[in-house]
């Protein structure tokens, strides 16, 4: 089924909420919310907000994937009701909800055969950080560094308590996700896809029928950075101090301000990675804004009140950040259904050569 048949879409998320009558009444309604990687609703019951489901994309993960996310939501969220970010800001972290048989996922197939998996979440209030001014944000990032530094504090504690007679080697793998690493990120076979493939269409935003035919030179560009980005990451390395699992989706779209708290959402996209991509992720959509190093100053201020921030783990922040501009160029490119594909789609290619060009002046 593709996920833009909303009429299928609604109809199997009401074949989920069936499964969370306890939890969310009877008479509970549902309301899009996003379409993107997967289709997420309101739950409400009398115009009261009460949970967001999400009906999960086929095949992006497996149950036991989708039960690893649910098992580290459920850690975090003990642990952040007994923190408080300094400076009197709250954290507050989406909890999944049970079904009435007791589970985090539930199962429900279409007329044709085919198995969907939902979740349901707690509703938070508030509005995306994206939706302030870049500078605006600025404050914001310096408690975003110090939550991301939180997190990692903890995926490393857990890694220690846990595995601590384990060989090094197998010590990411304790909770069963993906790892965003080149190849799954922006190789050939990414798991968002090929962003040379968008080089490859005539139009001028890598659409066809959008613009003039690309100029050669932005494929020879993007190739170099990516040739650039491939040799860092070598040698930077997968030590257990750099490489662990993270949010990997810390943009301003899932986090809400609501008065002195920051809600953080959507970890649909946890893996394992390198802790300095939830920097760069945080980044999205916005790279090329001139507050981005503030707002990069900031974060790296709040990280370091609860984690530690080498030199080398400095040094790689612009990898990162072109790192996932690419992989955002392939996921603009292979997600032209969702709604912030569409609002960026027009001037991102142009923008990601411009910030490959400023990468290889620094680093080629």
């Given amino acids: 089924m593709i996920f833009d048949e909303r009429e299928r879409c609604l109809e199997l998320a009401g074949k989920v909420l069936r499964h969370y009558r306890t939890a969310l009444g009877k008479d509970s309604s549902l309301r899009l919310l996003q379409l993107s990687e997967n289709v997420t609703y309101l739950v409400e019951e009398k115009a009261k907000s009460r949970a967001v489901l999400r009906l999960c ?3 992006y993960h497996t149950p036991e994937e989708l039960r690893a996310e649910m098992l580290w ?26 079904t009435d048989e007791g589970s985090y996922l539930c199962a ?11 979740t349901v979440f707690t509703y938070l209030p508030g509005i995306p950080l994206e939706e302030l001014p870049a500078k605006d944000q600025i404050p914001w990032f310096e408690k975003l560094g110090e939550v991301t530094a939180f997190l990692h504090r903890q995926t490393k504690n857990q890694s220690d308590r846990k595995c601590s007679a384990v060989e090094e080697s197998d010590r990411r793998e304790q909770l069963s996700r993906f790892h965003w690493n080149y190849e799954s990120m922006i190789g050939r076979f990414a798991l968002w896809g090929d962003w040379r493939r968008v080089i490859q269409r005539s139009g001028a935003c890598g659409i066809e029928g959008c613009g003039p035919k690309l100029p050669e030179s932005f494929g020879t ?8 980005i491939a040799d860092r990451l070598r040698d930077y390395g997968k030590g257990k101090n750099r490489y662990g699992l993270i949010h990997g989706d810390l943009r301003g779209a899932n986090l809400l301000v609501d008065g002195n708290t920051l809600g953080i959402i959507d970890f649909d996209d946890c893996g394992y990675g390198w802790y300095m991509q939830d920097l760069a992720a945080s980044l999205s959509f916005m790279e090329t804004e001139e507050e981005v190093p503030e707002l990069i100053q900031a974060w790296c201020r709040g990280y ?22 690419l992989q955002l160029l392939s996921w603009i490119n292979s997600r032209s259904q969702a709604a912030s594909a569409r609002r960026y789609r027009d ?12 990468y290889i002046q620094i680093r080629g």
Avoid: H, I
């Fill in 57 to 59: 994309r086929p095949g």
């Fill in 73 to 98: 939501m459920e850690e975090l969220g003990e642990e952040f009701a007994v923190w408080k970010v300094s400076g009197a800001v709250d954290v507050k972290l989406r909890q999944p909800v049970s």
């Fill in 108 to 118: 429900v197939e279409d007329e044709e055969g085919q198995v969907y998996y939902g």
């Fill in 221 to 228: 560009v993007l190739e170099r950075a990516d040739s650039l």
């Fill in 304 to 325: 370091r009140k609860q984690g530690t921030l080498e030199q080398a783990d400095m040094d790689m922040t612009d990898t990162f950040v072109m790192m996932r501009r």
């Fill in 347 to 358: 001037d991102f290619l142009e923008g990601t050569v411009k910030l490959a060009n400023q």
